[in-house]
């Protein structure tokens, strides 16, 4: 069934009225844009031309037993109901595992829903029902057993590209992410952006989730590695922490925001880090050293 893109906007508005009166006290719904509502209203009554931002939030859910809090992140694209509601849930009290597990329940659970189907208060109601399982079955996940046979990894490293990488508070959030998580790599700012981040798969997808959330669109994996591992995958791993990579600048562009990277020393640094086949991943030509 297609629908308006106006359409679905009113949907989405009734949907949200009907969240805050679920979850009427402060806090409890937290918009990432405190005037995409406002903005959506105007778009609707014709006083904006352009098509506003998508609504974005989370709702702090209270789970019962056990006594617990799910962050769900929710981001309605302009299209929805008529396309996928993009959903994470998120806990300190669940570990990465158990975590992913979730998210692939109720990841499966929407997906039943036909186009034209507001879901929202169903996940949540979903979410209610049917999370308790993850936090009491998580200690017993990892229960070592008489005969423990050994655990196999797959051990990740992703490449990542994005236009440029300038604002301050976008560099702080990479970098409390990478050493948040147990992932080595760097990020490059400037103009191209590069992120190299490596580790466990579990580990690596859920830094790229968080750093393209709520809406960085100028970013792409170009390219990801992996292997099967059983062990911890120290021996595997090209870099020993995670760092901002600053590099010098081509051109005297004062305070402006648009200078490129030195791509050759990008080339150097890459070469000592053994990934020099990843330059012509990245940028589509053949490397060539510096000094020839």
């Known amino acids: 069934m297609s629908a308006s893109v106006k359409e679905s906007l009113q949907l989405q508005l009734l949907e949200m009225e009907l969240l805050f009166s679920m979850f009427p006290n402060q806090g409890e719904v937290k918009l990432e844009d405190v005037n995409a509502l406002t903005n959506i209203k105007r778009y609707l009554e014709g006083t904006r031309e352009a098509l506003p931002p998508k609504i974005e939030f989370v709702i702090t859910l209270q789970i019962e037993e056990p006594k617990v809090k799910i962050d769900l992140q929710v981001t309605m694209p302009h299209s929805y109901p008529y396309v996928a509601l993009q959903l994470f849930g998120r806990s300190s009290e669940l570990d ?4 992913l597990l979730l998210n692939k329940g109720l990841t499966s659970y929407i997906g039943t829903f036909d186009p034209g189907e507001l879901c929202v208060c169903a996940a949540i109601q979903w979410l209610q029902d049917n999370s ?10 990892y229960e070592p057993s008489t005969q423990a046979k050994p655990v196999k990894n797959t051990f990740l490293r992703m490449w990542i590209y994005s236009h440029h990488i300038y604002q301050q508070d976008l560099r702080k959030k990479i970098l409390d992410v990478g050493k948040r998580l147990d992932v080595t790599g760097f990020c490059m700012t400037g103009k191209p952006g590069i992120i190299c981040v490596e580790g466990f798969k579990e580990h690596c997808e859920e830094f790229w989730h968080t750093i393209r959330y709520p809406n960085w669109k100028h970013i792409s994996c170009k390219h990801a590695e992996s292997v099967e591992t059983e062990g911890n995958g120290e021996d595997l791993r090209l870099f020993h922490s995670f760092e901002e990579l600053l590099l010098e ?4 562009y004062g305070l402006r925001n648009d200078y490129h990277m030195n791509l050759g020393q990008f ?9 020099e086949h990843v330059f012509q991943i990245l940028f589509g030509i053949e490397s060539k050293s510096s000094d020839s």
Not at 249 to 252: E, F, K, L, Y
Not at 267 to 275: R, V
């Open 132 to 141: 308790a399982s993850y936090f009491l079955n998580r200690k017993l996940v």
């Open 267 to 275: 080339l150097e640094f890459l070469k000592k880090h053994k990934s």
């Open 96 to 99: 990465r595992h158990q975590q």
């Open 249 to 252: 600048a081509h051109g005297d």
